[in-house]
């Protein structure tokens, strides 16, 4: 085998410019994979931060049919205080839960004493809602500038930015917000703008704050009710698998007709941005098929014309013995370890194109967001994948030529000039 | 039995739609350690008879036996292995392993057919690298070496493995007079001190002189 693998690179080495260019393209390909993966992925994952930390949390649970008439902000599919128990206990009990926050989801009128316009309210608990997004905060700017440690307090109120600009309120501005109740009852609040609140992408990313106690007196609620309770789990990666085990756990509770009480929906099913998420996991593996076809041709390409260039090198050794395997083992050979070499090249290159990525900072504006900083970066599962696909790809374009050479008759390959 | 049998042998080519006798009712034998030549003009069948002997091609009628095997009867894989084990081979235009030097070349057969351990092959070669007087070339590549150089490593690959029957196909032409004559007088000194059948195929009168058995192949048929 050693031989084989000896002579293999030893006849690469003999084609140097020919063997340079091929895997050169190889390298290309590869480099690009890693960094547009390392590039779309950062923004992926910086996206998904964006919604989840500072505005969705990662999953929601609600009661059941609130979701698909969510636009419309309905009061009377709110949690009661006894559902509300039941889901914290199934929450304090989750190991993977680590933090959970209620939320009432109102629409309301909102006046400056001049100008009066509509507005899409988010009603939190604010200590706990920053631990189920602990970004929420840094969307807000406060008065002089000072962040405060608990966001909102009974009788303030937090204004989408657009929302501010227009109605030319700022921190300290005072606000009356009138809403209707479930009862059709018309309520009204005086309220001190806190902070100016940025957007982020999806319906629920231009919503105001105001404090839960506050939406409770707007609504006048007899019991605490609550729209929604956003959760936070430890880890991320295992999103699905908590969903699961809590879906799971919700599925148990019936109403009386059978139909189910509560849903629950990851970040996924709540914002727009899975759609771009989507695509931009469809483009890398557009990039990796693209990767796959410029290796799949140049190796083919150069084994098909070192296999014509050697007919009467393959005729010598069929005919002193060398049996068919070994001749294809070392045409193989040939094509691994020009994908090995130009995949390792290609790793190398990503790697250092990555870390210069992150040392020139790329800072861009998506949609209303802006000053957004990419760290592209790549996981070693990643770079295994990437140079595993590289040497399969580039065992799988040997085959044919290799196939070719270990079936070529001694007496016509000698015969070839 | 001899070491080479040929029983009615004919062999005919297909060149397009023309069919070409290059081989019409042929029996010899060759016996073993003997120094045997097939001669004649180009396109007599030399190069096809040795073809047929070396287990490359297969006859269109007759029998050939080779070391007491029916070698008509062996397929692709136990022709290669056949090969391997029982025959060297000789080329006109040297056919060595460009990317291995004169020694990896000659060992090429121990590794790659015969799969023997490190220690038995080094002296395997180094016997005939001082056998055919090439042990200060040996780890240099073919294109460092002269046409003689390259022929006697050809030869030295061929020996290696201790074959009954080594066949060269005109290994001196292309080769210079002196080169040539030696390394047919090489050839035979290898016969004489291994055993080795040589069958060559020559048309120049001066290498034929250095045959003891002439075999004289016209249009296809023995003559003589």
């Given amino acids: 085998m050693n031989k084989i693998f000896k002579m293999a690179i030893r006849n690469l080495l003999r084609y140097k410019r020919r063997t340079l260019l091929t895997a050169l393209l190889i390298t290309v390909g590869v480099l690009t994979v890693i960094l547009f993966s390392g590039l779309a992925g950062s923004f992926k994952e910086m996206m998904i931060g964006q919604i989840t930390d500072s505005n969705l949390a990662q999953m929601q649970i609600h009661k059941k049919g609130y979701v698909s008439s969510i636009d419309s902000m309905p009061l009377n599919l709110n949690l009661s205080p006894k559902e509300y128990k039941t889901i914290e206990k199934i929450l304090q009990d989750h190991p993977d839960v680590v933090a959970y926050a209620p939320r009432i989801k109102l629409s309301a009128m909102l006046s400056n004493y001049s100008e009066t316009t509509n507005i899409r309210l988010n009603a939190v608990d604010p200590e706990k809602e920053t631990m189920v997004c602990p970004d929420v905060g840094n969307r807000m700017v406060f008065k002089d500038n000072v962040r405060k440690k608990i966001f909102v307090k009974p009788g303030e109120i937090i204004i989408p930015k657009n929302l501010a600009k227009g109605m030319k309120v700022k921190a300290g501005s005072l606000v009356v917000i009138v809403a209707q109740n479930r009862d059709g009852s018309i309520n009204g609040l005086n309220f001190t703008v806190a902070a100016i609140i940025e957007s982020v992408l999806g319906p629920q990313g231009k919503e105001g704050y105001i404090h839960i106690k506050d ?126 070499i130009s995949g390792i090249a290609g790793n190398i290159i990503g790697i250092a194109g990555i870390y210069l990525l992150n040392i020139f900072k790329i800072r861009f504006s998506f949609g209303r967001m802006d000053n957004l900083l990419l760290s592209p970066a790549i996981n070693i599962n990643e770079l295994f994948w990437l140079t595993a696909i590289v040497l399969l790809v580039s065992v799988f374009a040997t085959l044919q030529p290799a196939y070719k050479a270990s079936k070529m008759e001694p007496v016509d390959a000698l015969r070839h000039v | 039995m001899a070491l080479v049998q040929i029983e009615n042998v004919s062999k005919t080519y297909q060149m397009g739609e023309v069919p070409v006798k290059a081989l019409q009712d042929v029996s010899l034998s060759i016996e073993e350690a003997s120094f045997v030549s097939f001669v004649g003009p180009s396109g007599s069948g030399k190069t096809t008879i040795l073809n047929l002997i070396g287990c490359l091609d297969k006859p269109t009628a007759g029998d050939v036996f080779v070391a007491g095997e029916h070698i008509n009867l062996l397929n692709r894989k136990q022709s290669a292995a056949f090969r391997g084990s029982a025959l060297g081979f000789i080329f006109q235009s040297f056919n060595l392993l460009p990317v291995l030097t004169a020694y990896e070349n000659i060992e090429y057969p121990l590794v790659m057919i015969k799969n023997i ?8 070669v180094h016997k005939v690298l001082k056998a055919v007087g090439i042990m200060e070339q040996k780890d240099k590549f073919p294109d460092q070496l002269s046409g003689g150089q390259k022929q006697r490593v050809a030869v030295a690959r061929a020996l290696v493995t201790q074959p009954k029957l080594v066949l060269a ?27 080795t059948t040589f069958i060559f195929s020559t048309h120049d009168p001066k290498i034929m002189k250095e045959a003891e058995v002439i075999f004289t192949l016209e249009d296809g048929m023995l003559v003589n």
């Fill in chain 1, 215 to 340: 939406a409770r007196t707007l609504l006048r609620m007899e019991k605490p009710e609550v729209t929604e309770i956003a959760i936070r789990i430890k880890n991320f990666n295992k999103l699905s698998a908590v969903y699961t085990d809590l879906k799971s756990s919700l599925l148990k509770f019936e109403n009386k007709k059978g139909g189910l009480i509560f849903e629950i929906h990851t970040w996924e099913k709540l914002s727009p941005f899975v759609n771009i998420a989507n695509m931009i996991d469809l483009m890398t593996i557009s990039m990796k098929l693209i990767m796959i076809a410029i290796v799949l041709i140049s190796i083919l390409n150069v084994m098909i014309m070192s296999v014509y260039e050697r007919i009467r090198e393959i005729g010598t050794m069929i005919a002193i013995g060398t049996s068919p395997g070994k001749i294809m083992g070392l045409f193989l050979s040939e094509g691994f370890f020009l994908g090995l």
């Fill in chain 2, 117 to 124: 351990s490190q220690s038995i092959r080094s002296k395997a």
């Fill in chain 2, 169 to 195: 196909d005109e290994p001196t032409a292309n080769l210079d007079k002196k080169s040539a004559v030696n390394v047919i007088q090489l050839m035979r000194a290898m016969r004489d001190e291994f055993g």
